[in-house]
């Protein structure tokens, strides 16, 4: 069921590409200086908002574009981390160092649960067990009242981080931009190890891996765990930027709105998650401007995408670069 | 207590056939051409939304419901040529974005026609009051659903096991290239079964209406079910969406009345209340889970 998008191996690093990369981390490092001296602070908090949805697309962009699952329940490992933090900080557990490894740790724990019976399953199937768990998920946190139920749960402040300040928004921003970059340098040499080429192989002929001998379920799990780890991280900074854990970080709309940023940006690209999410909330900003009627504005482009660039926008992206490069 | 455990199984009985109608539309899509719907409860929506509007006007419920199944079963037939029909050779990620996409766009165009108010929808008025049997008395008009439901899963069963339609129908579930090998245009057949699925969908939308909200959004959360009725079932079977329906149906209902009663026998009170609704509400993603890990294609594989 691997599409088009997935089989050619944009995982591909070069010493310029790299290069690339360095450069735009510090361009999107002095973004918050420069915001605050055109005088629109108010833009950093949004900056930083899509940096962590580019954290937890690119999560997911791992177990769809590289373990080649289609798993629709990620809003479920998103909103468990940030249910943690907001539940530990409930509790007075405010240091960052402790609370987000422990989201991080309770997603991918999460994650561990989830995968191991929904791999049992294939294709549609899958897709729609994955779906039922952050469902389950997402009722049993409505549902108990001691967690705020339908409310949700607010944080009474960010959590502390060291001698640094988060409440401040450019401190944050710094943060959630370190923490994003962090993880696309993981992913990046996953991809690269041992580990990141059998997964691959899996993906593109799953019997055959399995008849050379590698333990395939395994190989799997191991990757739906570590997209999960990282959505729970992803969790616990949304939580912190809006100072509120809500049920709707765990509804299956988000599911389906990361998953959409995945595609949009481009299925098992390393930027692909990173592109997505900043395509879709830069719309969302730039439509809810013009009307009222921004969704429908937002699904006739998204219906422009699937028929008009079917590997999304990091891969149209990377054809202009590699274009650019081989001249 | 018999009476209530009674009306409980009832009314999940009647959910459980509008579940149905829903679920065999949407188990033909994906057992024919593979293909995620994520819109078919747009479909239930819009159905509603006709219902109310044509009800409103004519003043007449039947009316009503009638205009919505046959307004949502031409809307969804045109969904089908224009949109839905260059999404069977792709892959499942760009059908959940191609459909996603157009459940933002239903929704807005509901919105932008109706407005963001839920639209009223009553039940024909001589059927408003209960009707008693035997000292148990239920609603006329919950009677009045369970009897639809029973006559259209009736006449959904002869129409796909006895006629030459039906045996297409399940020839193309079965086997596509097969079918299409053996001179069936199953392009147009396809068309065919998705109309009658949109009509269906409307059929469901239009009388559940007076008993849930007509309002923008309706159709995603009765979506979930439908998919855990068609995944419970076996996709692209329609016995098994009848089954998975009912068990949903029921399951849910009497979850939800009898959980909380029940763990008070044996939990402190403060606890039972906490946990009952909880427990109620992921009941049937609990039965999808088991069902799945120990039958991984559902009950009733379409699929040899």
Known sequence: MAGEG????????????????????????????????????????????????????TSLNFIVGFGGLVAFGHAAFFGAGAYAVAILAERGVTSAFVAWPAAAALAGGLALLIGAISLRTRGVYFIMITLAFAQMIYYLFISLKAWGGDDGLPLMARSTFGPFDLGNDATFYWVALACLAAALFLLDRIAHARFGRVLQGIRENESRMAALGYPVA????????????????????????????????????????????????????????????????????????????????????????????PRGVAAWLHGLFSRGGTK | MTQLILEQALNGFQFGLMLFLLAAGLTLVFGIMDMINLAHGSLYMVGAY????????????????????????????????????????????????????????????????????????????????????????????????????????????????????????????????????????????????????????????????????????????????????IVIGGIGSIRGALVGSLLVGVVDTLGRALLPWLLRG???????????????????????????????????????
């Not at chain 1, 854990?245 to 709309?253: I, K, R, V, Y």
């Not at chain 2, 419901?65 to 839905?84: D, K, M």
């Not at chain 2, 579930?173 to 009509?199: D, H, Q």
């Not at chain 2, 009952?276 to 594989?301: N, R």
């Open chain 1, 6 to 57: 997935m089989k050619s191996a944009l995982y591909r690093q070069s010493a310029r590409r790299r290069g690339l990369a360095f450069a735009a981390l510090l361009a999107l490092a002095a973004l918050p200086p420069l915001l605050q001296a055109l005088g629109q602070d108010f833009y950093v908090s949004v900056a930083a908002r899509m940096l962590i949805f580019a954290l937890a697309a």
């Open chain 1, 218 to 309: 395994a190989y799997q799990l191991a990757c739906f765990v570590i997209g999960g780890t990282l959505a729970g991280l992803a969790g616990a900074l949304i939580a912190n930027h809006s100072l509120l854990a809500s049920p709707n970080l765990l509804h299956w709309t988000q599911s389906g709105t990361l998953l959409v940023m995945v595609i949009v940006g481009g299925v098992g690209t390393l930027y692909g998650g990173f592109a997505g999410a900043l395509t879709l909330l830069l719309l969302e900003e730039l439509l809810t401007g013009v009307t009222v009627h921004w969704h429908a504005a937002l699904g006739l482009l998204l219906l422009v995408v699937v028929f008009r660039a």
């Open chain 2, 50 to 229: 006709l219902a109310a509007a044509a009800a409103a006007a004519s003043g007449s419920f039947v009316v009503g419901v009638l205009a919505a199944v046959a307004g949502t079963a031409v809307v969804g037939a045109l969904l089908e040529v224009a949109v839905l029909r260059r999404l069977y050779q792709r892959d499942h990620l760009a059908q959940v974005l191609a459909t996603f996409a157009l459940i933002l766009i239903a929704n807005e165009a509901v919105r932008m026609l109706w407005g963001d108010q839920p639209m009223l929808l009553n039940a024909p008025a001589a059927l408003a009051g209960p009707v008693e049997i035997g000292g148990f008395s239920y609603p006329a008009y919950r009677l009045l659903i369970i009897a639809v439901g029973v006559a259209v899963a009736l006449a959904l069963y002869v129409v796909v096991a006895k006629t030459r339609l039906g045996m297409w129908v399940r020839a193309g579930a079965s086997n596509r290239e097969m079918t299409e090998a053996l001179g069936v245009n199953v392009k147009r057949l396809f068309t065919l079964v998705f109309a009658f699925g949109a009509g269906l969908c409307a059929l469901a939308g239009a009388l559940l209406g007076p008993l849930l909200a007509v309002q923008v959004g309706m159709g995603e959360s009765i979506l979930i079910l439908a998919f855990v009725v």
């Open chain 2, 266 to 304: 044996f939990l402190p009170a403060e606890t039972a209340a906490n946990l009952g609704p909880a427990l109620a509400a992921i009941l049937i993603y609990l039965l999808m889970a088991a069902i799945l890990f120990w039958k991984p294609a559902g009950l009733f594989p379409a699929r040899g």
